[in-house]
């Protein structure tokens, strides 16, 4: 059963301009494994994180790196969650998390099914 579904557009310019002006930014957005990549592949993960929010219904608890995203086999994306995600997860009743990502022109693309 589908519990919640999130979608999120980042601009990659202007996560970059963002990232340029506060370089922080960076560790509270991100994970250390996530936090070495280039600003396209950042806005793609930014964006699965919107969405998963979203998917969860966006509580405003949630910690930007209590979610990651990974690699699977094959290179398919997908999402690693702690902490404050994982218990809101645990609450939904969330048993699969099924992600998405896509980068076109300017923009990166993220959607995110929450099964129950």
Same mark, same amino acid.
């Given at each position: 059963?589908?519990?919640?579904?999130?979608?999120? %557009? &980042?601009?990659i310019a202007?996560?970059?301009? *963002?990232?340029? $002006?506060?370089? $922080?930014?960076? @560790?509270?957005?991100? =994970?250390?494994?996530?936090?070495?990549?280039?600003? @396209?592949?950042?806005?793609?993960?930014? !964006? !699965?994180?919107?969405?998963? !929010?979203?998917? +969860?219904?966006?509580?405003?608890?949630?910690?930007?790196?209590? #979610? @990651?995203?990974?690699? !699977?086999?094959?290179?398919?994306?997908?999402?690693?969650v702690s902490?404050? &995600?994982?218990?809101? *997860? =645990? @609450?939904?009743?969330? &048993?699969? +998390?099924? #992600?998405?990502?896509?980068?076109?022109?300017? &923009?990166?693309?993220? %959607?995110? %099914?929450?099964?129950?």
């Open positions: 059963m589908i519990v919640g579904v999130g979608i999120d %557009i &980042v601009d202007r996560l970059a301009d *963002c990232l340029r $002006r506060a370089p $922080r930014l960076v @560790e509270r957005l991100f =994970t250390p494994a996530e936090a070495h990549l280039g600003v @396209e592949s950042l806005a793609g993960r930014f !964006a !699965a994180k919107e969405a998963l !929010a979203k998917a +969860l219904g966006a509580p405003g608890d949630l910690a930007w790196r209590d #979610v @990651e995203v990974v690699r !699977a086999a094959g290179g398919r994306p997908r999402l690693e902490g404050s &995600v994982a218990r809101r *997860c =645990t @609450e939904l009743r969330i &048993v699969h +998390l099924h #992600v998405s990502l896509s980068h076109d022109a300017a &923009v990166a693309t993220a %959607i995110v %099914i929450a099964e129950g």
